[in-house]
């Protein structure tokens, strides 16, 4: 097999692949073989038509199974005869057959951009104590009896600070109701029937839970909100809006007391101190898997810090592509509209482009270490990850691994494994070093 390569601009080479007559011509002999056991020729019994027959009928027919058989193959023969790191194929095409059987034709590849590995053993990296404090147990437990919390009604008195109230409200600006200025915004801004409020300077619209107190069951009262110029909503900012405010009721939050009776309510069957071990428990948990995130973040900026190379263009604009549909997605899970994702475009487009060019990096360096330990994918890591996943999302085994086949995802799932395993591989060669305690600065006497 003849291979020539022609290197062109943005990390992008064209194969010349040229395959003999005798490797083409058995291939070839082997198709048409088939097509003649089969072929309905007329004069002919099935399978004793002669081969001139058969070749001049399904003369493209044949080409095509054998385009299909041999490029492939030829394809992957060609990148290692080269010893070419190619990431994606752009394009194949300009498929030849000679008159003595020979074949050729033309690949644009993407390759990975050329660079040196620093020594990635031993990184050194800092990291945080994972030693639970009675202090964090005791803020947990308090999280815990915040939300166990009871809410009493007060009649006797209006609004304090403080207090939860149930409201109904209306607003409108400049006499119509916001529902109609700004129908795609937050309906809490528009205004609601039961709306649950803690009475808090810094809650929920400027100055609105100020006007609140004093306010008795009953009573209605109306508000001007003077929303700010930077207001995220275009059509209310620098506006004074009006809120008809009626109260329903007053409630106080009532924190239960840190006992047994807690507990048993909290966890039944256990103590007190039963939970505040299962609290430690799990802090302690979440504290290891805090300092694998630390280990992960810190190896990867030295990577990043220790090499430089340019990423293709054509990876990075549909990386960039996918990054910016997964920001839009979690943005529109958050409540944002599509119109106030319009007016963060830029924004979002540049968050996009950094987060892929990260992410490109990250893995373009991973997979050069992955090739110098002759880290691999075994069939076991497959198997173990797909019965992970599978159970994560409560199918069977079978049915996760036919969906990824059926998307086209199981390259993508081993690619996956592969980082994942490279990564763990990095993490458990580095090099812890002493955290550095702040200087605490000397008093002048």
Not at 397 to 426: N, P
């Amino acid at each position: 097999m003849k291979v020539d390569v022609e290197k062109q601009p943005d990390a992008t080479s064209k194969l010349y692949i040229e395959l003999p007559a005798e490797e083409v011509s058995k291939e070839w002999d082997t198709v048409a073989n088939n097509f003649a056991r089969f072929a309905k020729i007329p004069g002919y019994r099935p399978g004793k038509a002669p081969r001139r027959v058969i070749e001049a009928k399904f003369r493209k027919e044949i080409q095509d199974e054998l385009t299909k058989k041999l490029v492939s193959k030829s394809y992957r023969d060609a990148i290692e005869q080269k010893k070419l790191r190619v990431v994606s194929v752009t394009n194949v095409e300009d498929v030849q057959f000679g008159e003595d059987k020979s074949m050729r034709f033309r690949a644009t590849v993407v390759t990975a951009p050329e660079f040196e590995l620093p020594e990635y053993k031993n990184i050194p990296v800092q990291l945080p104590d994972t030693k639970v404090s009675d202090g964090e147990v005791d803020a947990a437990l308090e999280r815990l009896r915040d939300q166990s919390a009871d809410f009493v009604d007060v009649p006797e008195r209006g609004t304090e600070m403080e207090d939860f109230v149930v409201i109904d409200f209306e607003g409108s600006v400049d006499g119509k109701p916001i529902s109609e200025i700004a129908p795609l915004a937050s309906k809490t801004l528009h205004g609601g029937k039961k709306f649950w409020l803690r009475v808090a300077p810094d809650n929920f619209m400027p100055t609105f839970c100020e006007q609140l107190v004093g306010q008795k069951p009953g009573e209605t009262r109306l508000m001007m909100v003077d929303l700010p110029a930077d207001f995220p909503v275009k059509e209310l900012a620098g506006k004074r809006a009006t809120y008809t405010v009626t109260l329903g009721e007053i409630k106080q939050k009532v924190l239960p007391a840190l006992d047994d009776a807690l507990a048993e309510k909290l966890t039944p069957g256990k103590t007190l101190a039963d939970v505040r071990h299962m609290i430690e428990h799990d802090l302690e948990h979440e504290k290891e898997h805090e300092l694998e995130r630390a280990k992960e973040a810190q190896v990867v900026k030295y990577l990043h810090e220790k090499i430089q190379f340019d990423l293709p263009p054509v990876l990075l604009r549909s990386e960039t592509r996918r990054a910016l549909g997964e920001l839009v997605q979690r943005n529109r899970q958050r409540g944002i509209t599509d119109e106030m994702l319009k007016e963060k475009e830029k924004e979002l487009v540049e968050g996009a482009g950094g987060l892929a060019a990260h992410r490109l990096k990250t893995n373009f360096i991973l997979h050069r270490i992955a090739e110098r330990e002759k880290i691999e994918v075994t069939r076991d890591d497959f198997g173990a990850r797909i019965r992970d996943e599978a159970e994560r999302y409560n199918i069977s085994a079978e049915k996760m691994r036919k969906e990824l086949e059926e998307h086209d995802g199981l390259d993508g799932f081993a690619e996956q494994i592969l980082l994942g395993k490279t990564l763990d591989f990095l993490k458990a060669n580095v090099s812890v070093q002493p955290s550095v305690e702040p200087a605490v600065s000397e008093q002048k006497s």
